[in-house]
């Protein structure tokens, strides 16, 4: 049967697989578009090796036409190819010689073996980073079997114990702990396999016949083949162990104190900047981030439970004469006045915001229309009590407010559009409170 005729089997399979002859596609099923991303309408019409890496493609061509050609068999390799959005794919390809068309060609089979690799390349890395710290830490490192066979030690046990690691590696335990202790190797190995692990000190005997001792733990890791590793310290200089071991504990318990304490310093400061970060400095009342955020959070909660909403937009219609006027000090009384005011005449669960140079904006929710217009009229009586003095000249604070309302079941509305309606209706009763004076 030609290969051709196998076409309908291949589509049933969950492996990638195509037919390959004269530089093109003459088959590809369903699993190999979907790897590649293109149709497998769009494969038949392509140039295979628009596919494969630029760094690949030579190689991978040679090798096509040598199989093509009866020369040397290579049934599988590997090589980079893009997918279609552009991702470059690591591929596993089998191959093998057919007939397409009373022809040779050559049918592959492909596996991604992309994030393999990458697993692979982290296992390496990791690898790389144990047998560094393992090379190079002052303390011994060892392992060995069930029965206390050395099978690896670190180069820190020339320095400590005066052997090369060859020269212990496959001897037991025995073999390096002092005479007054070696009974306690069945004690010891019978305490890690039974519970796990094992920690306490050690004496052993160097090879200049020298008398150390070392603090250790151990830890067995199970399995099929299962061994136990561990880490000794050499504590021979201290004088008074139990001592010096009751300092370390209380260095490390005044350095995890030490590290609470920033940590708590740490997250205070985060917090505080966090605050700051959407505080106006200047008036104490939230700033244009803050607004933003909290506009589109009481939007959402409007919108979700079907409640009104009101924005409103205040400006300090003479602000310009106040500053002209009195200086910018005076200004800055004139914007902390409004803010202390504004805030004063709100429920708790209201919001204040500085959005710009003397404007405000006041979130109120679960608030109509009808209530909207008391509350603005509530502001403007209230803070034209308050009036800025300076060189003999005294100046009233003068409010502009618009509004809008989120109104349940009404058209949906944008921040920005509601943003607009309130600013459009604050900037016309600017206008005509401006227009009063003249």
């Known amino acids: 049967m030609e290969t051709e005729k196998l076409a309908p089997l291949f589509e049933q399979t969950p492996l990638p697989i195509y037919i390959y002859q004269d530089d093109s596609f003459k088959y590809v099923n369903r699993c190999l578009a979907k790897m590649v991303g293109y149709s497998q309408e769009e494969l038949l019409n392509m140039c295979v090796w ?45 191959f093998s010689l057919t007939q397409f068309a009373g022809r040779p060609a050559v049918l592959g089979q492909l596996l991604d073996v992309t994030e393999q690799k990458k697993i692979m390349q982290a296992l390496r890395a990791a690898e790389a980073r144990y047998r560094d710290l393992f090379e190079n830490i002052n303390d011994v490192v060892y392992i060995h079997d069930p029965a206390g ?25 025995r073999e390096v702990l002092a005479p007054g202790v070696k009974h306690l190797l069945r004690q010891y190995l019978d305490e890690v396999l039974g519970r796990g692990y094992s920690r306490g000190p050690m004496r052993i005997w160097t090879k200049q016949n020298e008398e150390r001792f070392l603090e250790y733990n151990s830890v067995l890791f199970r399995g099929d083949r299962p061994f136990v590793r561990g880490i000794a310290r050499d504590i021979t200089g201290q004088v008074q162990a139990r001592r010096e071991l009751r300092e370390y504990v209380s260095r490390l318990e005044h350095i995890n ?102 404007e405000f904006a006041v979130i109120l929710p679960q608030t109509g229309e009808e209530e909207a217009f008391k509350v603005a009229e509530r502001f403007r009586r209230r803070i034209s009590g308050e009036a800025i003095t300076g060189a003999g000249v005294k100046l009233p604070v003068r409010l502009s407010v618009g509004f809008a309302v989120l109104t349940p079941g009404s058209p949906p509305q944008t921040i920005d559009r509601l943003i607009k309606e309130a600013d459009d209706r604050m900037y016309e009763e600017k206008r005509r409170q401006k227009l009063a004076l003249v």
């Open 50 to 94: 628009d596919l494969v890496h630029p760094g690949d493609r030579e190689i991978m061509q040679e090798r096509a036409r040598r199989r093509l050609q009866g020369g040397e068999e290579v049934t599988e390799c590997e090589f980079r190819a893009f997918t279609r959005g552009g991702e470059l794919r690591i591929l596993h390809g089998y």
């Open 149 to 173: 066979q050395l099978l690896e030690l670190n180069p820190a046990i020339t320095r400590i114990a005066g052997y090369l690691p060859a020269e212990l590696i496959g001897k037991n335990i």
């Open 257 to 358: 104190r030490e590290l609470a304490r920033l940590n708590a310093e740490l997250n205070e400061a985060r917090k505080n900047l966090e605050r700051q970060a959407r505080l106006d400095l200047l008036t104490g009342v939230g700033n244009r981030l803050a607004f933003q955020e909290k506009i589109l959070e009481e939007m959402n909660r409007a919108i979700r439970y079907e409640t009104p909403l009101t924005l409103l937009i205040i400006d300090i219609t003479n602000f310009k004469l106040i500053n002209d006027t009195l200086g910018h000090l005076a200004g800055d009384e004139a914007l902390t006045r409004t803010a202390r005011q504004l805030q004063a005449n709100c429920r708790n669960f209201d919001a204040v915001f500085r959005i710009g140079g003397d």
